[in-house]
């Protein structure tokens, strides 16, 4: 498949630039009018390219709750007022470039980090760019400020260009994590995580988590920032046996790579996710649960799951959470250490068989707790596959 932007004869009708400059004029447009988060510390996720060779109607379902955004109608470009995700042709079939937002006061500190690790970068109008232990992704930091004396700084003038003024919408769902998977060496697993640790200047989690299910066992780092927006969980398989993680390491050359996109929603929005996604109402007329109407699919949690974890709500609120989460088909958990609750649900992969899927989740009085029983829920539900 290609996708096309625009015909040969529209475009000179048009008199458009070239098109590398079109391309950078849209994105820098898209960023230009993000909202940057109140609570925002150091960075900001807010972009994200995945290469596929999938058919386009297969992303469909980013125009639809709990996404609702808005496609760019020259490409391939999906975008809110708070993040984009961009889909371009290609055979990789994984995230290609992660795009970031900072301060001009923050980028020098930033900057700096990623020349102590000697990592490669490059300068230039609008955004700095480096790559890292995650073969084939590029990280991009677009700079925000007004300064026409800045090199790195890029202003607002794309806007005024774009033909499309509401190209993004009003939305409350935003990036809440980057999952990433490495090999199962010490080496990779410790290099990503103080990658991702030095360059954003996060905090890991004191204690590894680690999750042990007969032959399988899943080792994680958490980093977090102090405003919980800069997260990156970094994971790994110490198996004895083949599972999904080894899998998603074969289908992608044994290398490094981002496994999950999560996504924070508000708390009507993951309470309706199921039966907007069609999974109740395709369990009524006997069909798949887990093949949504949106042409998501999603990973259930399985029969036994609640029955499993009810031992850990005990209070009258906690049993009120759990009956809801029941009722809406949604993970849940209570989180001893941080405090507050989890609710969670995950799609099957997205781009192919054993290739990144996405997540969605909301917080009660939780800023950045993992999961832990539900991502065990999930990690059992797939192995028993």
Not at 13 to 37: E, G, Q
Not at 264 to 279: H, N, P, S, T
Not at 360 to 366: A, G, K, L
Request: hydrophobic content about 30%.
């Amino acid at each position: 498949m290609i996708y096309t932007l625009i015909s040969h004869k529209e475009y000179s009708k048009k008199a458009r630039p070239p098109t590398s400059t079109f391309f950078r004029s849209t994105i820098l447009t898209v960023l230009n009018r993000l909202k940057p988060l109140k609570t925002v510390n150091m960075v900001q996720v807010n972009g994200i390219v995945l290469e596929t060779d999938l058919n386009s109607n297969s992303f469909n379902f980013l125009e639809k709750r709990p996404f609702n955004l808005r496609k760019n109608k020259h490409r391939e470009l999906y975008s809110s007022d708070k993040f984009f995700i961009e889909i371009k042709e290609g055979s990789k079939n994984q995230a290609t470039e992660l795009y970031f937002s900072a301060e001009l006061t923050e980028i020098g500190g930033l900057k700096e980090r990623v020349q102590n690790l000697g990592v490669e970068h490059r300068q230039g109008k609008g955004f700095f760019v480096f790559e890292g232990p995650v073969p084939d992704l590029v990280h991009k930091i677009k700079v925000y400020q007004n300064d026409q004396n800045c090199e790195i700084c890029e202003n607002d003038e794309t806007s005024k260009n774009d033909e499309n003024p509401q190209n993004t919408t009003e939305n409350t769902t935003t990036i809440d994590h980057l999952a990433f998977i490495t090999k199962n060496d010490d080496f990779s697993h410790k290099t990503v995580t103080e990658f991702y640790q030095k360059v954003f200047n996060l905090n890991p989690e004191i204690d590894p988590i680690t999750m042990k299910y007969n032959e399988f066992i899943l080792d994680i780092n958490l980093l977090h920032g102090e405003t919980s927006y800069e997260q990156f969980v970094i994971s790994r398989s110490l198996s004895t046996k083949e599972d999904q993680i080894s899998k998603f390491l074969k289908r992608n050359g044994n290398k490094n790579a981002l496994q999950h996109v999560a996504f924070r929603c508000a708390e009507k929005a993951i309470f309706e996710m199921v039966e907007c996604l069609g999974g109740k109402n395709l369990e009524k007329s006997g069909e798949s649960r887990e093949s949504g109407v949106t042409g998501l699919e999603i990973a259930l949690p399985p029969d036994e799951y609640y029955g499993t974890i009810k031992k850990y709500f005990t209070s009258e609120t906690d049993l009120k959470w759990f009956e809801k989460a029941k009722n809406a088909r949604l993970l849940i958990d209570k989180e001893d250490k941080l405090g507050g609750y989890l609710f969670q649900l995950f799609s099957k992969p997205i781009l192919g068989d054993n290739t990144l899927f996405l997540e969605f989740i909301h917080r009660i009085d939780n800023t950045h707790g993992l999961g832990k029983r539900n991502v065990e829920a999930l990690w059992r539900s797939l192995e028993n596959q």
